[in-house]
């Protein structure tokens, strides 16, 4: 079993920059794939970005690419997601998943999720 826990999350104005962080325990991510997910209001969750497990290769939805950066640190178990440029459309709930699988972009594929933390922009 994993547990995550994010953290971070807030308000910012558009333009600007959030770093969202994801406490694991429970066992080492390590062994983990690892991917940021959001949901805004009336929308289905969505892809956000991974970080694969064995060979470290990061993936970006096209939405994002280029703004956000994903991280991980195996050594403090955490995972993070710094968001700049921030614009109103990344307004949504922010989760960290953990897969053992090597990556994925749909959210079925992950066996372990956190809470979430909100993350809204504003005009």
């Known amino acids: 079993q994993v547990q995550l826990v994010e953290s971070g999350g807030g308000l910012v104005q558009a333009g600007g920059s959030l770093r969202l962080s994801c406490a694991a325990s429970?066992?080492?991510?390590?062994?983990?794939?690892m991917a940021w997910f959001r949901q805004a209001p009336g929308k289905e969750r969505e892809f956000v970005a991974v970080?694969?497990?064995?060979?470290?290769?990061?993936y970006y939805a096209d939405s994002v690419k280029g703004r956000f950066t994903i991280s991980r640190d195996n050594a403090k178990n955490m995972v993070y997601l710094q968001m700049n440029s921030l614009k109103t459309e990344d307004t949504a709930v922010y989760s960290c998943?953990?897969?053992?699988?090597?990556?994925?972009?749909?959210?079925?594929?992950?066996?372990?999720w956190g809470q979430g933390t909100q993350v809204t922009v504003s005009s």
């Open positions: 970080f694969t497990r064995s060979n470290g290769y990061t």
């Open positions: 998943a953990a897969s053992i699988g090597y990556y994925s972009s749909r959210s079925a594929e992950y066996d372990y």
């Open positions: 429970g066992r080492t991510i390590r062994s983990y794939t």
